[in-house]
């Protein structure tokens, strides 16, 4: 059974604290992708991988960096959290086809 | 303008409705795929479109790459519907996908 997870679900930080957010793959998959999803706004691409320490920045990286040292494996990392960086985060794979999706993140930043 | 355009942004419909979704593209894209979004926040996979029309129950889907655009039509639409349905088409570099804003489809009863 192909499957996207995601830890933690939810999470609730204070401006200036550091966040990690997982996501693994049992598909083998290549290729991974971290997006916010805002109100109104759809999916943002903040980051791609294409593989194991070969990341490249999307339409929104600024405030992010990522960390992929395993192909089954790849984090988001907020160093100083911003109060607009409260959304949804969605991490996905590909094969090079159809994208799989994880289940999101709600990361609230007071 | 917009590399993917989703319309219309919000929609009704009573039950055992038909209807349709469409995305327009400003370049030629290689592929699209149409989600829907549920209640619970996941995206759920309805179509992987390359080229030509899928089909898989009450919802139908086609790619007209030259054309530059994608649809979706729900047939006899049910409660269950209801949702946020996002097209993403993929360019010429077929791994960077980029996500219409998506249209809010309400069910009536």
């Known amino acids: 059974d192909m499957k996207v997870t995601q830890m933690p679900r939810y999470l609730i930080k204070r401006m200036g604290e550091n966040v990690l957010l997982e996501c693994g793959q049992d598909?083998?998959?290549?290729?991974m992708y971290w997006y916010r999803q805002d109100p109104g706004l759809g999916l943002q691409l903040i980051y791609i991988?294409?593989?194991?320490?070969?990341?490249s920045e999307g339409d929104i990286p600024k405030g992010y960096r990522v960390s992929r040292k395993k192909r089954e494996h790849f984090s988001l990392i907020l160093d100083s959290a911003k109060t607009n960086q409260t959304s949804v985060y969605f991490c996905?794979?590909?094969?090079?086809?159809?994208?799989?999706f994880g289940p999101g993140t709600r990361l609230t930043v007071l | 303008g917009m590399p993917v355009e989703q319309n219309p942004p919000a929609l009704s419909l009573y039950e055992g409705a038909d209807s349709g979704l469409r995305c327009n593209f400003s370049?030629?894209?290689?592929?699209v795929q149409w989600f829907q979004q549920n209640h619970r926040g996941r995206l759920i996979t309805l179509f992987y479109?390359?080229?030509g029309t899928k089909e898989n129950g009450r919802l139908k889907s086609t790619f007209n790459s030259k054309e530059r655009y994608s649809t979706l039509h729900i047939k006899d639409a049910q409660l269950e519907d209801s949702g946020t349905y996002f097209c993403?088409?993929?360019?010429?570099?077929?791994?960077?996908?980029?996500f219409g804003k998506g249209t809010h489809l309400h069910v009536l009863p």
């Open positions: 479109l390359a080229q």
């Open positions: 598909m083998s998959h290549e290729t």
């Open positions: 370049t030629t894209m290689k592929s």
């Open positions: 991988s294409y593989d194991v320490d070969s990341n």
């Open positions: 996905a794979s590909s094969s090079g086809v159809e994208q799989y």
């Open positions: 993403a088409a993929a360019d010429t570099n077929a791994y960077k996908v980029i």
